[in-house]
């Protein structure tokens, strides 16, 4: 019986997981940066900045990426970043992929909040770099064929992070709440290591993620 070989992606998350991360992560699996600046101009959204370099982690040669932007406005409804989505010139399964999260997120936002989702607005997953995080991802993943997703249980940090909404414990709510019936664990370090905000740490993979516990 003949086997159609298919792309996965496994995503080891001892250290939590961010966009920067991913984006980085997927430079370094092959994922050329000229194409992937070149379609996320497709986005039709300007002020924005992608850049990498190698960097060195306990000896250890990795890629840093990071989105930088000239916009101010982080706060913006799912239903205006669908729109985003939806006039933009991304492929369509990158489109697809890219609203499904942040789909996700909304209904996660929407939970959290008691709210419906379509009166959901985004505080920092709002801003244009996690709108580019989270496309990039996409994109990423759709140029290297990657067809499934697994990931090995996520290291969530500990104590709390200022946001929009105050001081709160991590993990915030919205992303426990996404967390919720996946494998996670602490080690003690006192920061927010898996988080939907801004700075690229968005944890976009979530959505598609086929989490298997450590062994």
């Not at 991913?22 to 000229?34: M, Q, R, S």
């Not at 985003?84 to 991304?90: A, E, H, T």
């Not at 993990?171 to 939907?196: D, F, H, I, M, W």
């Amino acid at each position: 019986m003949w086997r159609t070989p298919m792309k996965l992606a496994y995503f080891d998350c001892f250290s939590g997981i961010s966009g920067d991360m991913t984006l980085g992560a997927l430079l370094d699996a092959g994922c050329d940066i000229e194409q992937l600046r070149s379609e996320l101009r497709g986005l039709q959204v300007t002020g924005w900045e992608l850049s990498a370099e190698k960097v060195w982690k306990n000896g250890m040669a990795a890629t840093y990426a990071r989105v930088k932007t000239e916009d101010q406005q982080t706060h913006r409804s799912l239903s205006a970043i669908l729109e985003i989505l939806k006039k933009s010139k991304l492929a369509g399964p990158v489109r697809e992929r890219a609203a499904a999260i942040f789909q996700k997120l909304g209904e996660a936002e929407a939970r959290v909040h008691d709210v419906p989702v379509e009166k959901i607005h985004f505080h920092e997953v709002g801003a244009v770099d996690a709108i580019v995080d989270i496309a990039g991802a996409c994109i990423g993943f759709h140029a290297l064929g990657v067809e499934k997703f697994g990931c090995s249980s996520l290291n969530v940090g500990g104590g709390t992070a200022k946001m929009a909404h105050g001081v709160l414990p991590v993990p915030a709510p919205a992303t426990a709440n996404l967390l919720q019936g996946k494998p996670t664990y602490s080690n003690g370090v006192q920061r927010e290591l898996v988080t939907t905000h801004r700075r690229g740490d968005c944890c976009h993979a979530l959505r598609f993620f086929r989490a298997r516990s450590r062994r």
